[in-house]
């Protein structure tokens, strides 16, 4: 839901915005938009895809660090705020103590579908990540039981859908072993 305010506002001024609710925002050129909170399902397996990174970044010392719903990424226009995200170490020391917000693509980012939000999370993000230049964009489709991977090629997502079983391929994590499965049986 996009909430109007009586004058469009600055990037700069939704950096400090507060309206005295515990209401979450997105900008979108000068305007809010508000988060919907996610279900306990959604949490769960947010929880999940951070905990199941961060132990491969560990495991494989990779210089990365994992955030879950709180990193915004900027493309100039509009913030989004991916449920998981992936940037690097220089990246996370980069943003120092400024807010929370990369202004170049991290690494991968993923999420998860709400039924609710469908073609936002589908078509709407894919497009912006894609454009952003973010180099993996998973998206985890728990009703179609579908876990997709995207890699960008030449400014454009290529494609990979699993299903059930099988063992997804990742260009960030080429070591891991995950399935749907096993993403739905840890919940």
């Known amino acids: 839901m996009t909430v109007t305010t009586a004058q469009r506002i600055t990037f700069e001024e939704y950096l400090s915005y507060e309206d005295g609710t515990d209401k979450r925002y997105e900008f979108n050129d000068g305007e809010l938009v508000v988060i ?5 399902f959604h949490n769960d397996l947010m929880m999940f895809f951070a905990f ?10 990779h210089p990365y660090c994992v955030r879950v719903n709180s990193t915004e990424i900027f493309n100039g226009k509009r913030t989004r705020r991916p449920d998981v995200l992936v940037m690097t170490l220089t990246q996370k020391k980069g943003l120092g103590n400024q807010p929370d917000i ?10 998860i579908v709400s039924p609710t939000c469908r073609s936002v999370d589908t078509v709407e993000k894919r497009q912006e990540y894609a ?8 998206i985890v489709d728990f009703l179609l039981g579908t876990f997709s991977v995207l890699s960008l090629v030449n400014g454009t997502y290529i494609e990979k859908v699993y299903r059930e079983g099988d063992r997804i391929a990742s260009d960030i994590f080429p070591s891991i072993s995950l399935s749907m499965n096993q993403v739905m049986a840890s919940i």
Request: contains cysteine.
């Open 131 to 138: 454009e952003f230049g973010i180099p993996e964009y998973w």
């Open 52 to 61: 199941f990174l961060q132990s491969e970044t560990n495991n494989s010392h």
């Open 36 to 40: 919907t909170p996610a279900t306990v």
């Open 102 to 111: 990369l202004h170049e693509p991290c690494l991968l980012v993923i999420e």
